[in-house]
Structure formats: C-alpha cells, structure tokens
C-alpha cells in the first residue's frame, strides 16, 4: 500500500482512492477516522468529476453519518449512490449501494424501506442473471431478520432458508455465521428447539473472530434467544446484558429496539410481565420517535461540478434533490445554481429559466426519491465562479421550505496549449507493484486499449478502453481463471485491478452473454489524469 501511495503522490484521483481504500483495511482507523478519509477521497472525487468513485464512496459516508447520529444527511447520500449506480449501467456496484441503504433505513428504524432497498438486490441479479450469491445471500439474511423484528416469523423462515441455499454456493465464513445465526432465532421463536439446536451448533462451531465487534454475524443475539427458548434463564439472561452493555458503549437505535422486543419475549417467558411491558414501551417509544423524523418532508441538496475547467471549455454539472421523508413534496425553483460568466449548453426539458432562477413548475418529488437536475456549462470567462444552489420547495403541509447545497468554486483557467501527440511508448506511466505478472500484463493491454481508442480511433473518453474479459484474456495472455474466477468471485487479476482503482466495470447491454449483457472493463481512462497521460 505504501509504495502505490509513493507512486500516485502526483495524481488526485489515484491518491483518494488508494485514502479510501487504506481506510477500510487499517486496523488503527475507528468509525471517526474512516469517515475522516472517505470525506476527502469523496471531495477529490466530486472535483473531478468522477462519478464512479463519487457513487462508490457514497454509500459508505452515507451508512456513516448515519450511525454517527446524522439520519437525514446519511440517506441522502446513500440513495444518490444508488441512483448514480443504476445511471451509469454499473449494476454490481449497485447492488452493493443498495445493501448499504438497506442498512441505513434499518438504523433508522425504516424498516419497509429496508427491505424494499434488500428486495431491489434481489430483482436486479435475477433481471442481470449476474449470480452475486454473497450479496444475495446478505439480502435474504437482513429480511428475514427485519422480517423477525416485526414477528412475522413463518416469513421470516422463509428468506432464511433462501440464505442458508445461496451462502452455500459461497467460501464466505460469515455469510454462513450470519444465517446460522437468524435461523437459531427464528426457529427458536418459533417454538422449533430441535432445529435451532442444529443451526445453533453450527454457529459455534465457527471461527471466533468472525463473532468480533463490527461483525454482521449477532452471536450473542442468537445465544440470548436460544438459551431463553430452552428455559436457561441464567445463560439467556446474562448474554442480553452483554448486549445491552454493548448499546450503552455504541448506542444503535435500532439494535436497541429490536433486542428490547426479544428480552421482552424472554422476560415474559420467566412470568415478569411487568418488565416485559416495560421492555415493549422503550421499543416503541424507540421506533415512534424515529418515524416521527421522516414523518414530513425535507430536502436534501448537493452539487458536483469540476474544480477546474478550461475557458470555452463544455462541461457537465449534476445537481441531486433528495427527499428523505415518506411524504410527498412539490419542487418550486432553485437559486444560484447559474452565473453570468458560464452559458448554459443543455438544459433539462422540465425546467424553466428566469433572471437566472431555474423553476421547477411544482415537479412532484415522492418520498425517499432523487430528482437530478443536469446542466451542460460552457466557460466564456476566465476567474472564480462560486455558486451556492438553494431550492425552494413546498412540503406536505402545504409550507415553504429552502434547503441550502453545498457550495462549489470552479476555476477557470486560460485554454490549454495544443502539443503534439506523443507515441505510447512515451507516455507517462504510473508505475504498480502488483502481485503476480498477469496482473501487470492485464493493466497493460487495458491502458493501451484506452489509447487506441482515445487518440487512434478518437472515440469519445467515455466509450473509450473498454475491453470484455475474454479479449483481455486473449490479448494480454493470461488465463481465464485469473480474469473470471469461480462462485460468483471476480478472479485474483480481476480483484487486484478494481482493489487499487485501476479499472472499472460494467455491464453492456444488447450483447452477447448471460442475460443478453455481458461485463467489460477498462482502464479508468474517463478521468481527468488520463487525459493528461494520454493527450
């Protein structure tokens, strides 16, 4: 890891994906510092214009925020993430924005959203035929355990059961400690002892340090539920405080409403009805408050452009309104979103623009949506703009509301001298130490499928590079295994490119392949740093 960061010190995009990539891995980093590193890598990357690594970061500040005690800004983040994924055709990505938004609505207590968010996981491999059974498998865990969470146990029964088939068909040591773990409260609750015995069982039969703090996998949920069904009230007992002092440490609204529910159910099971009442009033005193949060409407905003453009230069601004509410609102307009120093190129059909005030006509916007306006600028002056969008909206009490977006300076600067193009051979190349040769040789065969196509064939950036992993096989000579890899797992080549950012994926429709779509990946050549390598 320190000798990528050595090599991509001149790089901006480079240098924030291998931040955030560290920040996930280093052993010293806690939920503040992860946050800390996510945020700058996600800055670079709204800068320049990355929207790929913008979607990727965003489902991970977005779970964040949520759990550091910030609902409304985490569901804003975590649902534009998924919106940009399914924009850009990045269905994969997706579903792994989805899981984490799932998660997000769950830890505020949104438990129909939640599953509907685990729901889309599921329909979108059964629409792309991609059989991302890991996923699958965790989608099918956390229904069934928001399913246990509201008593409907047969159902409940039913997507754990799914979870169990799918986690087989994966070498995943907690996806199989997470089923293990819903079915021994599920069938426990169910009043089926023998066969929570058997799941239970197998639950302890796994490695310990999958049962470690930040783990998917509640053991001590499943400990406390079991023991209570089997009437050993000391065991039971003892590990729901265990949990309970666990909460007190890392307060979880969520987790706590659902863990008083099933200490109430034991509670009541030891005849002491009178604090099992107490249990249920806390839980729903809980869930009651947090509804109440996203019981109207409200408005979050965000604009990406780039820092940097080039005078007469054409380029794209994305401006996203999210509502995170579960009712309805009207958009009215949206101020200091244009300036007099940039022509506006494209803009949106639903739209009107008046005095430099861009007017929604009372656009609909439903709960738990994203609106994204785009807008197609071209610099006609040099200097500083700043812009600093404000929308005005009506919510479902019929009052009028403003919420301010963040504010983006962009540069523009004199337009770039034209040079000579350069042969491949002597192009600037950052240089990566990677684990095995075929690695090398496959990013090699990608950077020059990008200059092809980008200086040779003049495509444009974006349809530039993209190669299927057969033809990357064949054109850089390594094996199919090391590219494809086996159960639903990308191969060692595959994995080590998309790890350091290297590359990125996506599926193409109308083409030959499972599902009439077929994955292809490319060097990431779209962005700001190749250009400057490759012309």
């Known amino acids: 890891m320190k000798e990528a960061e050595q090599c991509t010190a001149a790089d901006r995009l480079e240098t924030a994906r291998i931040l955030m990539n560290k920040a996930m891995v280093d052993p010293g980093h806690n939920i503040d510092g992860i946050l800390k590193d996510y945020t700058v890598a996600l800055r670079v990357f709204e800068e320049e ?43 994969r990505s997706q579903m792994e924005a989805c899981f984490f938004a799932g998660l997000t609505f769950s830890n505020c207590l949104l438990s129909t959203e939640a599953f509907e968010m685990f729901v889309k996981i599921m329909e979108i491999d059964e629409k792309t035929k991609m059989g991302d059974y890991l996923r699958l498998s965790d989608a099918n865990v956390f229904s069934s355990r928001l399913l246990a969470s509201s008593g409907e146990f047969f159902k409940a029964l039913q997507y754990g059961l799914k979870a169990l088939e799918l986690s087989k068909k994966t070498d995943s040591v907690q996806a199989r400690g997470m089923v293990h773990s819903i079915l021994t409260v599920v069938y426990t609750r169910l009043g089926d002892l023998k066969r929570a015995e058997e799941h239970f069982n197998e639950l302890m039969k796994l490695p310990p340090e999958i049962f470690n703090k930040g783990s998917f996998v509640s053991a001590t949920t499943a400990k406390s539920v079991f023991f209570a069904g089997k009437n050993q009230w000391e065991e039971s007992n003892r590990c729901f405080d265990e949990y309970f002092k666990l909460l007190e440490r890392d307060p979880a609204p969520a987790a706590s409403a659902a863990q008083k529910e099933m200490y109430a159910w034991a509670l009541e099971k030891q005849g002491r009805k009178d604090e099992a009442k ?24 965000h604009l990406i452009a780039n820092a940097k453009v080039r005078l007469g230069q054409t380029f794209e601004a994305r401006f996203d309104i999210v509502n995170v509410s579960r009712a309805r609102g009207l958009l009215v307009h949206i101020e200091n979103l244009v300036d007099p120093k940039l022509d506006i190129a494209v803009f949106p059909k639903m739209c009107t623009i008046r005095n430099d005030i861009i007017y929604m006509n009372k656009e609909e916007i439903q709960p738990f949506q994203v609106k994204t306006i785009r807008l197609c600028f071209q610099a006609k002056q040099q200097g500083k703009i700043n812009l600093n969008p404000r929308v005005t909206y009506v919510d479902d009490l019929g009052k009028t509301g403003t919420s301010a977006a963040n504010k983006v300076t ?36 990608l950077i020059k499928a990008f200059w092809d196509d980008y200086n040779v064939q003049r495509f444009p950036s974006n349809d530039s590079g993209w190669r299927t992993l057969l033809a990357i096989v064949k ?61």
Do not use: W
């Not at 809980?286 to 949060?293: D, H, L």
């Not at 595959?494 to 077929?518: I, K, N």
């Open 278 to 301: 107490s249990q249920l009033e806390e839980a729903e005193k809980i869930r009651r408050e947090a509804n109440e949060r996203f019981e109207h409407v409200s408005v979050q905003a």
């Open 49 to 91: 214009y990355s929207l790929l690594d913008v979607a990727s970061a965003l489902f991970v500040v977005g779970s964040l925020n949520t759990r550091l005690g910030k609902p409304q800004e985490g569901l804003a983040k975590s649902l534009r993430s998924v919106s940009l994924f399914e924009e850009l055709g990045d269905f």
């Open 410 to 445: 962009i540069v523009v600067q004199a337009p770039e001298a034209s040079t000579e193009e350069a042969s491949f051979s002597e192009l600037p190349q950052i240089e990566f130490k990677f684990k095995s040769d075929s690695t090398q040789k496959a990013y090699d065969f």
């Open 475 to 535: 054109g850089a000579h390594v094996s199919k295994h090391s590219m494809y890899g086996r159960a639903g797992r990308c191969g060692a080549v595959t994995s080590e490119l998309e790890r350091l950012g290297l590359v990125e994926s996506r599926l193409f429709p109308g083409e030959r392949g499972r599902g009439g779509r077929v994955v292809k990946l490319r060097f990431c050549g779209e962005k700001e740093h190749a250009k400057r390598q490759f012309g």
